[in-house]
């Protein structure tokens, strides 16, 4: 027979009070916490092409060439067809992103406040700041490719596939009317060579970002009006958006993944669409809760399963202080077809 004061207590972590797990509930609401701060913070989820897998390491993700070749037809003339080059990038999974938090017993016992709710917020903006930083990070990469994804050894104007470029100036971290001027150089470029993929979006720290709200030549109504210093909002420059985010990379990373390694101390933003990068999705967002006997507590993880890989990389504009492969700018080999 069971204890009567054992079957009269509440239980609202149990589901319908019928559940054999006490906190089945408290973890549905840890979740959805870890959640929600990563849809807060999180700035690059949806500037990259996604793909899911169920199965296996890798997979491919097809690169389609252009056709510019249409001619006149005279009747009688039997139509061929012709050529429309293909190539393939293959992107890997990365290890497991994870970020946990331990709760101890004798703290749970003696704390007079929540530590669920902040203790969520960290997980979530952990991963998704990890997230956003690689992504971040194949974007400048993919701007810094320098092998055609098609008509390799080709020049552009011959049927070579198109490649990135940048802006480079030693004054675009602290001048707007440069970080305005790349705006426009980085339309030119990817308009002139016919490069879709999407709508453009501008990436800058928050420093440019603001810099550029209380630029004298954006914040007039006699002019676009784009920019308002009053609510620190910048709109389209050269038809692309300014969005602020702190996941630019900015330092000489050697450590880690090697495909996330690079020079990025001249960077200052980047100007992409979602197609210059794409992850590989195995298992989204994962939370669970714990108990740990052993140690007298309870133990929090949450974990993300992907990767990460330059794709379409023409589809990826630097804007940075300073080149560090000498081979864009002036000296990129179709610069004299702008």
């Known amino acids: 027979m069971a204890d009567e004061f054992t079957d009269a207590r509440s239980r609202p972590g149990a589901r319908l009070n019928t559940g054999t797990d006490d906190r089945e509930l408290f973890l549905v609401e840890f979740g959805d916490l870890v959640l929600q701060a990563w849809e807060e913070v999180n700035n690059y989820e949806s500037l990259t092409w996604s793909k899911s897998i169920t199965q296996g390491k890798a997979d491919s993700f097809p690169i389609i060439g252009r056709k510019r070749d249409a001619q006149e037809h005279e009747p009688g003339e039997r139509i061929l067809g012709g050529r429309i080059e293909h190539n393939d990038v293959e992107i890997t999974l990365d290890k497991m992103l994870v970020d946990s938090a331990f709760v101890a017993e004798i703290d749970q016992l003696m704390l007079h406040y929540d530590v669920m709710g902040p203790y969520a917020r960290q997980l979530g903006e952990s991963l998704s700041t990890s997230y956003d930083r690689r992504v971040a990070i194949m974007h400048i990469l993919a701007s810094r490719q320098t092998v055609r994804p098609y008509g390799v050894g080709k020049l552009f104007s011959a049927g070579g596939g198109p490649l990135p470029n940048g802006y480079f100036d030693s004054g675009v971290a602290t001048d707007p009317a440069k970080l305005e001027a790349a705006a426009f150089v980085a339309a030119e470029w990817i308009k002139l060579f016919d490069i879709g993929g999407g709508p453009l979006s501008y990436r800058m720290g928050w420093g440019q970002y603001l810099a550029l709200s209380k630029y004298s030549s954006l914040d007039k109504v006699q002019w676009s009006g784009s920019a308002n ?33 690079g020079d990025f101390s001249a960077v200052v933003a980047h100007i992409s669409n979602q197609m210059a990068v794409g992850t590989l999705n195995r298992r989204g967002l994962k939370v669970v809760m714990l108990d740990q006997p052993d140690r007298l507590g309870t133990e929090i993880i949450a974990s993300k399963f992907n990767g990460h890989g330059t794709l379409r990389c023409e589809c990826a504009f630097e804007v940075a202080t300073s080149d560090v492969t000498s081979l864009r700018g002036s000296n990129h080999p179709d610069v004299g077809l702008l």
């Not at 210093?229 to 000489?252: E, Y």
Request: proline fraction near 6%; avoid cysteine; hydrophobic fraction near 35%.
């Open 229 to 261: 210093r009053s609510t620190a909002t910048v709109g389209l420059i050269a038809g692309i958006q300014p969005m602020a985010t702190n996941h630019i990379p900015k330092t000489n990373i050697t450590t880690g993944l090697a495909k996330y390694q």
